[in-house]
């Protein structure tokens, strides 16, 4: 696989519920951000964790890195139909400047 | 909230025809990117650019690729002689500092169809 991989590729929920995806990445990092995409729009960003870090919270949003693993969790709790939308991690660091790279993503649907 | 913005939100050309695309970073960021993402594709890293030079660029970003801040404000990307493979859509992202260290906001695209 490739650096920042998703899984699952899809995913399909009822409002409410929680939501889980993970992410897989190859080399060493400084950090890995996850973004929110909706269908055809702009990237938004919603949260950096550090290569020291091991778990963030932002409201509804909670990541956790584990670099022994190469492996990062995106966990939305309490959906809304509103968080449809494609998720993608990104890493950074290692021997780039500034260079970040995108995995495949997962699309989140959320059903009301 | 400041934030990055992107014209034209969409651009048709011609193959062979020239194209520039135009972003507004974050005005008190230093460190500027190019990406692009091919429908259905993964989002690619172009080039980062600071203090009025590239820093970094990827195997995509060749000889028909440039960029250049003009002024104190605008960031440009040109395709010199556009091919259908450039279709796609760009994103401008620009970060405070380090880049590889901090968050990079992202422009809303710019959606490129090469006829």
């Known amino acids: 696989s490739q650096q920042g991989e998703e899984d699952p590729q899809a995913l399909s929920i009822q409002e409410g519920e929680n939501a889980t995806m993970n992410c897989s990445y190859k080399?060493?990092?400084?950090?890995l951000q996850w973004y929110r995409q909706n269908s055809g729009r702009g990237l938004v960003h919603l949260i950096l964790?550090?290569?020291?870090?091991r778990e963030k919270h932002s409201g509804r949003l909670r990541v956790t890195l584990d670099t022994s693993k190469k492996s990062s969790s995106l966990l939305i709790t309490a959906s809304r139909a509103a968080d449809t939308a494609s998720y993608f991690c990104?890493?950074?660091?290692?021997?780039?400047?500034?260079?970040?790279?995108f995995g495949q993503g997962t699309i989140l649907t959320v059903h009301p | 909230e400041p934030e990055v913005t992107q014209t034209p939100s969409h651009q048709v050309t011609q193959m062979g025809q020239e194209v520039i695309l135009r972003c507004v970073p974050i005005?008190?960021?230093?460190?500027f990117y190019w990406y692009r993402q091919i429908l259905g594709q993964k989002v690619e890293f172009l080039v980062s650019?600071?203090?009025?030079?590239?820093?970094?660029k990827s195997e995509i970003f060749d000889d028909q690729f440039s960029v250049e801040r003009p002024d104190g404000s605008n960031f440009t990307l040109k395709i010199r002689s556009t091919k259908l493979e450039d279709s796609a859509m760009y994103f401008c992202?620009?970060?405070?500092?380090?880049?590889?260290?901090?968050?990079?906001?992202f422009g809303p695209g710019t959606r490129l169809l090469v006829l």
């Open positions: 992202a620009s970060s405070e500092i380090a880049g590889a260290l901090e968050t990079q906001y």
């Open positions: 080399t060493s990092i400084n950090n």
């Open positions: 964790i550090r290569s020291n870090e």
């Open positions: 990104a890493t950074g660091g290692g021997t780039s400047y500034g260079k970040l790279t």
């Open positions: 005005s008190n960021h230093l460190y």
């Open positions: 650019f600071y203090n009025n030079e590239i820093s970094e």
